[in-house]
């Protein structure tokens, strides 16, 4: 009886070491793919802390503990029309 016992203690004891390396490395799996995905939520996510972030455009201030605001893409005729307006300015300057 007590051995039976004992060798369930065994098993215990070594199933939950095994336990919490399986649960990190799945978790440490869903990290990397949600960076690779750009998951905006990680933000607001009580398991992560986000530290550091790299990969922002020059002249970016980041203000810590501000409200995170997405801002929608410009589209591509936007960005279009903007091109085309500079290359009109500068005909206009060469002219003069």
Not at 21 to 39: E, V
Not at 48 to 77: R, Y
Request: aromatic share 10%.
């Amino acid at each position: 009886m007590i051995e039976t016992f004992l060798w369930f203690l065994a098993v215990g004891l070594f199933g939950v070491p095994l336990w919490m390396l399986w649960s990190a490395g799945k978790k440490a799996a869903s990290l990397d793919f949600r960076l690779a995905q750009n998951d905006a939520s990680l933000l607001e996510d009580d398991g992560f802390i986000v530290t550091q972030m790299t990969g922002l455009p020059l002249g970016t201030s980041v203000v810590p503990n501000a409200h995170v605001v997405i801002a929608p893409m410009q589209t591509q005729l936007e960005q279009q029309a903007h091109v085309h307006q500079e290359s009109i300015w500068q005909d206009v300057r060469s002219l003069d």
